[in-house]
């Protein structure tokens, strides 16, 4: 029986699929995709008051003649410090810092296939194979195509090949072929050595991480289903989840909330249903807010301040303020109050700054570190499709959260560089000891003659 949607005028699916592997997604569209699919403005009805009229009391009859002051007593220039926040609960952290699964072995290479586990592998190199099959069967195939030399990928093969590709992040060069090139200029053997060149080639063109749809049957809705498996399964060996911006960061935080852990987010995630909601689960949370949230209050959005003003308002022991910089700078915290605290800039300028944004500041510091670190050695290639540059970029994350984890668990430090080395090493099978060279003679010493004089030459022969 014929699909109902084969008489919906278009394109057929065949060529709807064939147009899209000519025209692959571009990495702003996919960046876009991956922000619609998670991003829900989130609303509550509640009222704020401003910081002079907070009560920490849940009776909000005690606040109904908030709108009654006048509103320059908003604003807060430098307030006396205090430790509490108004109406907010302290909540004392009361676990034990610590690894949820122990990692077998203290090497770098350890905490990398701690992450990247068989189970991961296992996947990409079933899809890798079905994915080969398919590109031999097509009839478009030539005979002396590469594909028609193909052999299954097994876990060492593809062990070494992610090890190759994680190199080239650490050797740059502008084409891949130039790895394996014999010229003096070039010459490096560790690509040589564990993998030929067209094998290498090979396994990247059938790279693949989800089964393609038959031709009778109906694309996934999900864009990113090509890479979806893979990142599923990422997100799931560090603890992530999928959903709303709301939902994603209640199924991340798993098992940790109820114990006192402070949260710092940008303001793609923060809201106020989402502080109010860590707060029920003892969980401290500051950041950046977007001033376009629903649940966001009129008084602090249209409040015109000068530099160094800033403005408050309270609800639920949750604060949201807006402080003028260079340009307005709207936060939200359940766990600090609205302080101006003194600090000292590169200059040595002595500035004011509210709590919530130089605490926000150092924490979040990780985050842009993190960006800076995966910058240094980049895999990335123009020429592969994007779910395998997608792919890259999660295997260069699996690096970076490994080499964090060593070096606060192992006892050890290493820098990224050398941790980097250490488990392409142990990817990669013993490269030979580089050929120095020159060429080694063996010499011996023979007695040739006597001289006149009665002293015995001796001469130093070559063999």
């Given at each position: 029986?014929?699909?109902?949607?084969?008489n919906?005028?278009?394109?057929?699916?065949?060529?709807?699929r064939?147009?899209?592997?000519?025209?692959?997604?571009?990495?702003?569209?996919?960046?876009?995709?991956?922000?619609?699919?998670l991003?829900?403005?989130?609303?509550?009805?509640?009222?704020?008051?401003?910081?002079?009229?907070?009560?920490?009391?849940?009776?909000?009859?005690?606040?109904?003649?908030?709108?009654?002051?006048?509103?320059?007593?908003?604003?807060?220039?430098?307030?006396?410090?205090?430790?509490?926040?108004?109406?907010?609960?302290?909540?004392?952290?009361?676990?034990?810092?610590?690894?949820?699964q122990?990692?077998?072995?203290?090497e770098p290479?350890?905490y990398f296939?701690?992450?990247?586990?068989d189970?991961?592998?296992?996947?990409?190199?079933?899809?890798?194979n079905?994915?080969?099959v398919?590109?031999?069967?097509?009839?478009?195939?030539?005979e002396n195509?590469?594909?028609?030399?193909?052999?299954?990928?097994?876990?060492?093969?593809?062990?070494?090949?992610?090890?190759?590709?994680?190199?080239?992040?650490?050797i740059?060069?502008?084409?891949i072929?130039?790895?394996?090139?014999?010229?003096?200029?070039?010459?490096?053997?560790?690509?040589?050595n564990?993998?030929?060149?067209?094998?290498?080639?090979?396994?990247?063109?059938?790279?693949?991480?989800?089964?393609?749809?038959?031709?009778?049957?109906v694309?996934?809705?999900?864009?990113?289903?090509?890479?979806?498996?893979?990142m599923?399964?990422?997100?799931?060996?560090?603890?992530?989840?999928?959903?709303?911006?709301e939902?994603?960061?209640?199924?991340l935080?798993?098992?940790?909330?109820?114990?006192?852990?402070?949260?710092?987010?940008?303001?793609?995630?923060?809201?106020?249903e989402?502080?109010?909601?860590?707060?029920?689960?003892?969980?401290?949370?500051?950041?950046?807010?977007?001033?376009?949230?629903?649940?966001?209050?009129?008084?602090?959005?249209?409040?015109?301040?000068?530099?160094?003003?800033?403005?408050?308002?309270?609800?639920?022991?949750?604060?949201i303020?807006?402080?003028?910089?260079?340009?307005?700078?709207?936060?939200?915290?359940?766990?600090?109050?609205?302080?101006?605290?003194?600090?000292?800039?590169?200059?040595?300028?002595?500035?004011?700054?509210?709590?919530p944004?130089?605490?926000?500041?150092?924490?979040?510091?990780?985050?842009?570190?993190?960006?800076?670190?995966?910058?240094?050695?980049p895999?990335?290639?123009?020429?592969?499709r994007?779910?395998?540059?997608?792919?890259?970029?999660?295997?260069?994350?699996?690096?970076?959260?490994?080499?964090?984890?060593?070096?606060?668990?192992?006892?050890?430090?290493?820098?990224l560089?050398?941790?980097r080395?250490?488990?392409?090493?142990?990817?990669?099978?013993?490269?030979?000891?580089?050929?120095?060279?020159?060429?080694?003679?063996?010499?011996?010493?023979?007695?040739?003659?006597?001289?006149?004089?009665?002293?015995?030459?001796?001469?130093l022969?070559?063999?």
């Amino acid at each position: 029986m014929a699909d109902a949607s084969d008489n919906i005028p278009g394109p057929s699916r065949a060529k709807k699929r064939r147009w899209e592997d000519k025209n692959p997604l571009t990495e702003a569209a996919i960046a876009k995709i991956i922000e619609d699919e998670l991003f829900d403005d989130l609303d509550s009805d509640f009222e704020f008051v401003s910081e002079d009229e907070y009560v920490p009391n849940d009776d909000t009859s005690e606040t109904s003649n908030a709108e009654s002051l006048d509103e320059e007593e908003n604003i807060v220039l430098i307030p006396t410090m205090q430790q509490a926040t108004p109406g907010s609960k302290v909540f004392s952290f009361t676990k034990t810092e610590c690894l949820l699964q122990p990692v077998p072995g203290g090497e770098p290479i350890h905490y990398f296939r701690h992450i990247l586990t068989d189970n991961y592998l296992d996947e990409i190199i079933a899809q890798t194979n079905r994915y080969a099959v398919e590109i031999f069967l097509r009839s478009e195939t030539k005979e002396n195509s590469r594909i028609t030399a193909w052999k299954d990928v097994s876990n060492e093969e593809m062990v070494t090949f992610l090890g190759l590709l994680l190199h080239m992040g650490n050797i740059r060069l502008n084409r891949i072929q130039d790895y394996w090139k014999t010229d003096p200029l070039f010459n490096l053997r560790a690509f040589a050595n564990n993998m030929s060149r067209n094998r290498f080639l090979l396994i990247l063109r059938a790279l693949h991480f989800a089964q393609n749809p038959d031709n009778d049957e109906v694309t996934p809705p999900d864009r990113l289903y090509k890479i979806r498996n893979i990142m599923n399964l990422f997100n799931s060996r560090m603890g992530g989840g999928k959903g709303h911006t709301e939902k994603v960061v209640m199924n991340l935080l798993g098992g940790m909330m109820d114990v006192g852990h402070s949260l710092y987010m940008d303001n793609y995630y923060n809201s106020y249903e989402l502080a109010k909601q860590l707060a029920a689960r003892k969980t401290h949370c500051t950041g950046t807010l977007r001033s376009n949230r629903k649940s966001f209050p009129k008084e602090v959005g249209s409040k015109k301040l000068k530099r160094g003003e800033t403005i408050a308002k309270y609800a639920n022991g949750i604060m949201i303020g807006k402080w003028k910089d260079k340009r307005d700078v709207v936060y939200i915290s359940n766990e600090y109050k609205n302080d101006m605290v003194q600090i000292q800039n590169k200059r040595r300028e002595i500035k004011s700054k509210p709590l919530p944004i130089i605490n926000y500041n150092k924490y979040m510091t990780g985050v842009d570190r993190q960006d800076q670190l995966l910058a240094y050695y980049p895999c990335e290639r123009k020429t592969i499709r994007w779910p395998s540059k997608i792919f890259v970029h999660i295997l260069q994350l699996i690096m970076i959260n490994a080499y964090h984890l060593y070096n606060k668990y192992s006892g050890t430090r290493l820098s990224l560089y050398d941790f980097r080395l250490s488990v392409i090493g142990s990817l990669l099978k013993q490269p030979p000891k580089p050929d120095s060279g020159f060429t080694i003679f063996e010499h011996t010493l023979d007695v040739r003659e006597e001289s006149k004089k009665g002293k015995v030459i001796t001469i130093l022969v070559r063999q």
